[in-house]
């Protein structure tokens, strides 16, 4: 079972789209920050500040990444990246488990 | 910001009710456990091996517990404590934000 030590948890999740992405901040020891994350069936539009690796842990969505025209599918387990300040888009087509790891550059 | 510091946390969420309720598992270095977790409006039927101490920090909520015939209402923050193997109901009236505290007994 895979699990992280001495990291920093904050208590209240972060909500979005009424609740049906949420997630919790995790802060590791040298500082870095990652979210687990639960998204439910819909469609989503995000946002980036920094960069974002997003770890699939369980689901069935796809992607359509910045500047790109083709959806990507991701079922069961998989990985994407996304560039600082920009915008991705989602279609959660079953309940998605996720880490985003957030990349200062 | 409320945080827990020097914790584990387990990387893959706790479904139930079709992710409708969610939750992570974090344990603290004193073997004790808790829970973060999400539910979404709905109605859900739980049960609880050991003792847990119920902390909602956000939410609009309906509590039946065990062996009682009225609903206690919680409305923004409140707790509940459930005793070991039982049974409790919940009408989760908009999107909760919770605490769960596992006591071994």
Known sequence: MAEWSN????????LYFDGKVTSRTVVFADGT????GIMLPGEYEFGTAAKEIMEIQAGELKVLLPGQSEWQQISGTGEFTVPANSKFKLEVQS??????????E
């Open 7 to 14: 990291v920093t948890v904050v208590t209240k999740a972060n």
């Open 33 to 36: 920050k990652k979210t687990l």
């Open 95 to 104: 309940v998605t488990d996720y880490i985003c790891s957030y990349i200062e």
